[in-house]
C-alpha cells in the first residue's frame, strides 16, 4: 500500500466504495487522514464498517469539515450532470480528486531527485496491452516494476514507494532521439524503482498535479461520450495525461487518428509521434512486426503475442518507454520477443482438431474489435452485449471476412440488421454461440479460428468483460478443445 500524505489529522470524503475507493481510504488512513466514506450500496457500507472505517451518510454531512472529496472514477464528475456529491463539495469549496491524484501526492512527498519513476498509459484501445507489455519489458531489463492502475491492482495499492539512491541524475536519461543509453551508464542511469500506470479518462479527470516521467495516448476514437458531454471532452480528459510534463519527460502519442495529432501539435517538441500510417512527421513508425524509430529499425516479428498493426503500436510505445527509461536496445527486444500476451486480448484459449479459438473479450467497442477482425482472413466472429453508439456499422469493410457470425446479448438484433447479408446468427448466449461456431468452423475441413470479439460493453450478461472472457473460455474447453498458449 502507498501512504497519502498531506491530509494527516483531517476528514477526507470518500464516495465509491469499489477497488479505487477502499484502496484510496485504507491509503489516506496510512498516512495519518481520518476517511469518512460513504455508498451507495449498503453492502459496501457494511464492508467498510466492518473494516473499522467510519461510514457517514454524506447527504448529511457538514461539509465545510473536509478537505477533499475522493471520488469514484465510475461516479459522473461534469456529464450527463455531476454526481450529488460533486455539488455539495464544490458548494463548499472542497476540492474534488481522485485515485491518481493521491498516487501523485504521494510521489510529490519526496526529494524530486529521489522519486520512483512513473510511466502512465491511457488511450480508447490498447492501453492496458501497453501497460503489461512495458511493465513486462521494464521487469525483463532487471528493474523493480510495479504495474497497475485501471489494470489489475489498483494504484494505491501497490507497493509503498521506494525512494530512488542518491546517485544518478533526477529524470530519465534521454542521450539521443530514441532514448539511447551507453550501457555502461545504466546502472547508475536507469531508475530504482518504476511504476506503470494504466489511467482511464475517468481518472484523468480527477487529477491535478499528476506528472508522469513517459506519458503515452495510444489512440482515440469515440467512447464514453456521455461521461464526457461530447468528443471534445473526451480528448480533453485524455490530453490531461500530458498537463504537468517535467523538463525531462517524454511524451509518446498515437498519431493515427486527428485527435491524437492534434494533441501533439499542441505539444510541439515535446511530441514523439507514433504512427502505423507511415506518418510522415513521425519520429516511431510501426507496422506489422517491425518499427523504425528515428534511424533505428526494430524487428520483432518473431513475437507470437504480438500479432498485427494494432500491437506493433503497443510495441512501439513499449519500445521506446524501455529506451527513455535506459534500457539498451537488445534488452528491450528480448523483452518484447518474449511478451507472453494479456489475457482477454487476442488471447488463445484452445483449439479442437483444426479450430482454434481466441478470446478477445477486451474489446468493448467496435475499434477495438476491428483490431482483431484485421487480423484475420476468415473468421467465424462471436460479438454482442451493451452495445455503444454506433454499434458495429462502421466496421462493415470487414464483414467480408466474416465466414459467419453469432451474436449474443442485448445487440444480437442490432448487429444482425448491419451485418446484412454476412452470414450470422442470433445465438443469445455465450455457450449457446460457442457450440455453434465450433461446428459451423469444423464442417469446413479448413484451418479456422473463432473469435470472441464483442464490439460492445458486457453488462448486459456479465459484471465485465474478464467474467465474459472466462465464460468464452469455459464453453470452449467444454467441448474438449485443447489449452493453447501463444
Do not use: C
Not at 476528514?11 to 488512513?29: D, E, N, P
Not at 536496445?329 to 484459449?349: C, N
Amino acid at each position: 500500500m502507498i501512504p497519502v500524505p498531506g491530509f494527516q489529522g483531517r476528514r477526507v470524503a470518500v464516495f465509491g466504495l469499489g477497488r479505487s475507493g477502499i484502496t484510496a481510504a485504507r491509503a489516506l488512513q496510512a498516512g495519518g487522514a481520518q476517511p469518512v466514506l460513504w455508498d451507495d450500496s449498503v453492502s459496501s457500507r457494511m464492508q467498510a464498517q466492518a473494516e473499522g472505517f467510519a461510514v457517514q451518510d454524506l447527504t448529511a454531512a457538514d461539509w465545510s469539515d473536509f478537505a477533499a472529496l475522493v471520488l469514484s472514477p465510475g461516479a459522473p464528475l461534469t456529464h450527463p450532470r455531476p454526481h450529488w456529491t460533486v455539488d455539495k463539495a464544490r458548494s463548499a469549496g472542497v476540492e474534488v480528486i481522485g485515485d491518481i491524484e493521491l498516487f501523485a501526492r504521494a510521489l510529490s512527498a519526496l526529494p524530486q531527485d529521489r522519486r520512483p519513476r512513473v510511466v502512465a498509459i491511457t488511450g480508447t484501445n490498447g492501453k492496458s496491452t501497453t501497460t503489461a507489455l512495458i511493465g513486462w519489458v521494464l521487469k525483463q531489463a532487471g528493474l523493480t516494476v510495479h504495474v497497475g492502475g485501471n489494470i489489475g491492482i489498483g494504484v494505491l495499492a501497490l507497493p509503498a514507494l521506494t525512494p530512488r539512491p542518491e546517485r544518478g541524475p533526477p529524470g530519465p536519461h534521454v542521450a539521443d532521439g530514441a532514448g539511447a543509453v551507453p550501457e555502461a551508464d545504466l546502472e547508475v542511469r536507469a531508475p530504482h524503482t518504476i511504476y506503470v500506470i494504466e489511467v482511464s479518462s475517468y481518472q484523468l479527470d480527477l487529477t491535478t498535479t499528476f506528472a508522469p516521467d513517459v506519458a503515452i495516448l495510444t489512440n482515440i476514437s469515440p467512447d464514453h461520450l456521455d461521461r464526457h458531454g461530447g468528443m471534445e471532452g473526451y480528448v480533453a480528459a485524455k490530453a490531461r495525461i500530458f498537463r504537468n510534463l517535467k523538463p525531462w519527460a517524454t511524451a509518446l502519442v498515437g498519431v493515427d487518428e486527428a485527435a491524437g495529432l492534434g494533441i501533439a501539435e499542441t505539444l510541439g517538441a515535446r511530441a514523439r509521434m507514433v504512427s502505423t500510417a507511415d506518418l510522415p512527421l513521425a519520429q516511431i513508425r510501426a507496422s506489422a512486426g517491425r518499427l523504425s524509430v528515428d534511424d533505428e529499425s526494430v524487428d520483432f516479428s518473431a513475437a507470437r503475442s504480438l500479432p498485427g498493426r494494432h500491437n506493433a503500436q503497443n510495441a512501439a510505445f513499449a519500445y521506446a518507454a524501455a529506451r527513455a527509461l535506459g534500457v539498451d536496445h537488445a534488452t528491450a527486444l528480448k523483452g518484447l520477443l518474449s511478451f507472453p500476451g494479456l489475457a482477454h486480448r487476442m488471447e488463445p484459449v484452445g483449439r479442437l482438431g483444426r479450430v482454434r479459438f481466441v478470446n478477445d473479450s477486451k474489446a468493448t467497442n467496435a475499434d477495438a474489435a476491428r483490431q482483431a477482425l484485421s487480423s484475420y482472413d476468415r473468421v467465424f466472429w462471436i460479438a454482442g452485449g451493451r452495445a455503444k453508439a454506433g454499434g458495429i456499422d462502421d466496421l462493415s469493410d470487414l464483414f467480408p471476412r466474416v465466414t459467419e457470425a453469432f451474436l449474443i446479448g442485448e445487440a444480437a438484433g442490432p448487429f444482425a440488421a448491419a451485418l446484412g447479408d454476412t452470414p450470422h446468427r442470433i445465438s443469445g448466449d455465450m455457450e449457446t454461440a460457442v457450440r455453434a461456431a465450433a461446428q459451423a468452423a469444423a464442417a469446413t475441413g479448413r484451418e479456422e479460428v473463432v473469435l470472441l470479439s464483442p464490439a460492445a460493453a458486457s453488462f448486459d450478461q456479465y459484471p465485465d468483460f474478464e467474467a465474459r472472457g472466462e465464460a468464452f473460455r469455459a464453453a470452449v474447453l467444454a467441448l474438449g478443445a485443447r489449452p493453447e498458449e501463444g
